[in-house]
């Protein structure tokens, strides 16, 4: 079970920090993203941990503002958002998955495991 948090309104240039808590799974065996859907748009991704938890991967567009961490003692991983833009406006997503490969990480539909989202609002 994958449950996120931190979700709210901020002005643009402002910060808002993410949480996934994981349950029920061996948390350093899967790799970990954030996906993000805005209305009318498909799901795309964000930012991931690779299985082996020892690399990151960033969209393009958060490259620089964005920031991706774990703690495994808790089971969590963050998603630091820095430098918020109303283009970052979206439901965010944690997802993970424990068998899939290098070269669908940001592909959402090679995720089995889904968290319910959270909003974040960013006005301009």
């Known amino acids: 079970q994958l449950v996120e948090s931190g979700g709210g309104l901020v002005q643009a240039g402002g910060s808002l920090r993410l949480s996934c808590a994981a349950s029920?799974?061996?948390?350093?065996?899967?790799?970990m993203a954030w996906f993000r859907q805005a209305t009318g748009k498909e799901r795309e991704y964000v930012a991931g941990?690779?299985?082996?938890?020892?690399?990151?991967y960033y969209a393009d567009s958060v490259k620089g503002r964005f920031t991706i961490s774990r703690d495994n003692a808790k089971n969590t991983v963050y998603l630091q958002m820095n430098s918020l833009k109303a283009e970052d406006t979206a439901v965010y997503y944690c997802?993970?998955?424990?068998?899939?490969?290098?070269?669908?990480?940001?592909?959402?539909?090679?995720?089995?495991?889904w968290g319910q989202g959270t909003q974040v609002t960013v006005s301009s």
């Open positions: 997802a993970a998955d424990n068998s899939i490969i290098t070269s669908r990480y940001r592909d959402y539909k090679g995720y089995r495991h």
């Open positions: 029920g799974v061996t948390f350093n065996r899967y790799a």
């Open positions: 941990f690779a299985r082996s938890g020892g690399y990151t």
